[in-house]
Antibody, heavy 125, light 107 residues
Framework: EVQVVESGGDLVLPGGSLRLSCTISGFTFNRFYMAWVRQAPGKGPEWVATIRYDGSVTYYVGSVEGRFTISRDNAQKSLYLQINSLRVEDTGVYYC??????????????????WGQGTLVTVSS | AIQMTQSPSSLSASVGDRVTITCRASQDIGNNLGWYQQKPGKAPKVLIYGASNLQSGVPSRFSGSGSGTHFTLTISSLRPEDIAIYYC?????????FGPGTKVEIK
């Protein structure tokens, strides 16, 4: 069974740091792009960051650029998100997701599957 | 960044009804559009990718159409288990952005 399991969420003070982890099973980790998606309480999901299958390329949403770092350890089949300088607005459930893709001509179509159960990050004083 | 909008923000329909949700992009995104279903307390789940491709295991009553800036998700015959919030997501370029969601309820 294809599965992703997140961990590391916690209650932290504004300005604090946290490292989220995601362990995978059921698929060949080093063949897939991976991403983190977060969801603030009562809000829709927000894509946060993506990392290439070999870790050589990363992308971030503007609001986390310079504060968040996505990384991976293919030997350990693990994905990470280092979160620094936490803000109240970073509060939410953080999901680890695999990115699947299919090529149509010269265009790639991508989607997130599966999603984990998420890990809750609460930033509050 | 490309902005995504959805309409309606919520709807109430009867079991068996045909339901249509619209998603619009602020610029041409080709067919780089997916639809996700999120049930209460659960993670989102992909239904459609590439605007019209049904994800494996998703019931055939779900379908997607559109290209460019205008997309639709249709549930051909609403069932009680379809109660959820539905989000569109573009993957045309980074940052990928979700729409604000459409809440579907049973009348």
């Amino acid at each position: 069974e294809v599965q992703v399991v997140e961990s590391g969420g916690d209650l932290v003070l504004p300005g604090g740091s946290l490292r989220l982890s995601c362990t995978i099973s059921g698929f060949t980790f080093n063949r897939f792009y991976m991403a983190w998606v977060r969801q603030a309480p009562g809000k829709g999901p927000e894509w946060v960051a993506t990392i290439r299958y070999d870790g050589s390329v990363t992308y971030y949403v503007g609001s986390v650029e310079g504060r968040f770092t996505i990384s991976r350890d293919n030997a350990q089949k693990s994905l990470y998100l280092q979160i620094n300088s936490l803000r109240v607005e970073d509060t939410g459930v953080y999901y680890c997701v695999r990115i699947l893709g299919q090529k149509y001509g010269s265009i790639w179509h991508n989607w997130f599957d599966p999603w984990g159960q998420g890990t809750l990050v609460t930033v509050s004083s | 960044a490309i902005q995504m909008t959805q309409s309606p923000s919520s709807l109430s329909a009867s079991v068996g009804d045909r339901v249509t949700i619209t998603c619009r992009a602020s610029q041409d995104i080709g067919n780089n559009l997916g639809w996700y279903q999120q049930k209460p307390g659960k993670a989102p789940k992909v239904l459609i990718y590439g605007a019209s491709n049904l994800q494996s295991g998703v019931p055939s009553r779900f379908s997607g159409s559109g290209s460019g800036t205008h997309f639709t998700l249709t549930i051909s015959s609403l069932r009680p288990e379809d109660i959820a919030i539905y989000y569109c997501l573009h993957d045309y370029n980074y940052p990928w952005t979700f729409g604000p969601g459409t809440k579907v309820e049973i009348k």
